[in-house]
């Protein structure tokens, strides 16, 4: 519920009617919100199907979401024993690509994209 030192309300209505409200007092907690909210996405939209009575909507493997955008799924490298895959933000990501230099692979920080506090990506050569 907004409140007085509410500064951006976002509400959502999806289609079967129910509907999200995103309350912020600044941009560091709007945008800490539509991160929350961007990664339960699917536990909301399985919520809402299983209180309607419907069965859940199936979870895509990582591998179809992969081949649906046309790339390919490649399993995380093992982490090495002794390395500390980890930043203050929690869990880095392990990931991989092809850009124009050719495939690359890092350890991600699990900060939204542009956060301002985001940490470096760990590089493996």
């Not at 007085?4 to 309350?23: A, M, P, R």
């Not at 203050?88 to 994209?113: D, E, I, L, R, V």
């Amino acid at each position: 519920m907004a409140t007085e030192g509410t500064k951006f309300q976002i509400n959502y209505k999806l289609s079967d009617g129910t509907l999200i409200n995103l309350y912020a007092a600044d941009v560091k907690e709007l945008e800490a919100g539509l991160a929350d909210l961007a990664m339960n996405a699917m536990n909301i939209r399985a919520t809402g199907f299983e209180l309607a009575g419907g069965s859940p909507a199936p979870v895509p493997s990582v591998a179809s979401v992969a081949q649906a955008f046309g790339g390919t799924y490649t399993a995380p490298a093992p982490v090495a024993s002794g390395t500390n895959n980890s930043c203050k933000h929690g869990a880095m990501t392990f990931k991989t690509g092809t850009s124009s230099k050719g495939p690359w692979q890092g350890w991600m920080c699990p900060t939204p994209k542009g956060a301002p506090d985001k940490c470096d990506t760990i590089w493996i050569r």
